[in-house]
């Protein structure tokens, strides 16, 4: 792959030329674009880098359907960031959440019910605990009356999986 990256290279600045020639030449440093683009995606999983990390999920969580679960995630946006280093809102920041303790997030104000769980969270805590987070976690300060439909849990915690940094085996 690293080999054919200058080639790969090349040809997209000779489309860029050639695209160009075809048109008004309006902005030249254009030939630049493709290479710097690439550069910066680096670091952030490609989408075929996400369906590579689903695929190796354990079931049912494999079979997610990872845009449903993106559009559940909207039920939790307000309150929570994904990203590594993400602001706490509301509730805490969510990445790395798989395989951590609960109530661990540095520098959040956790209530007690959560700070003393005593869980670390996987995919079937976070199902009990999505599916109504004050039954599970009886006091707990999170305004989140549950996700009812198992399905839509599953695609959520796949997505969150797929997003926070899980490393799959
Ligand atoms: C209204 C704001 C709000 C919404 C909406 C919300 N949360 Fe939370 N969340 C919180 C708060 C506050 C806490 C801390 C709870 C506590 O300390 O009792 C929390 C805690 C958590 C935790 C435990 C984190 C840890 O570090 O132990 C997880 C996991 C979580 N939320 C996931 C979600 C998901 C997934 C959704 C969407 C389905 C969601 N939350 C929706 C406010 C919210």
């Known amino acids: 792959m690293r080999r054919l990256g200058p080639i790969l290279a090349t040809a997209a600045i000779?489309?860029?030329?050639?695209?160009?020639c075809g048109k008004s030449q309006t902005s030249e440093p254009a030939q630049e674009t493709p290479a710097a683009t690439a550069e910066q995606a680096a670091p952030a999983p490609t989408d075929e880098e996400k369906q590579k990390i689903l695929a190796s999920l354990p079931a049912p969580y494999n079979a997610a359907d990872?845009?449903?679960?993106?559009?559940?995630?909207?039920?939790?946006?307000?309150?929570h960031t994904i990203t590594p280093g993400g602001?706490?809102?509301?509730?805490?920041?969510?990445?790395g959440v798989f395989g951590r303790e609960a109530g661990k997030v540095e520098g959040f104000k956790y209530s007690e019910a959560v700070e003393k769980a005593d869980i670390v969270w996987d995919a079937n805590h976070l199902d009990q605990w999505l599916a109504k987070p004050q039954t599970y976690l009886p006091g707990t300060k999170m305004s989140f009356a549950g996700l009812k439909d198992e399905k839509d849990r599953r695609d959520l915690i796949a997505f969150l999986m797929v997003e926070t940094g899980h490393k799959p085996q």
């Open 66 to 79: 990872l845009a449903n679960g993106e559009a559940k995630f909207a039920l939790c946006r307000s309150c």
């Open 14 to 20: 000779a489309a860029v030329s050639l695209a160009a």
């Open 87 to 95: 602001a706490n809102m509301t509730g805490p920041n969510l990445h």
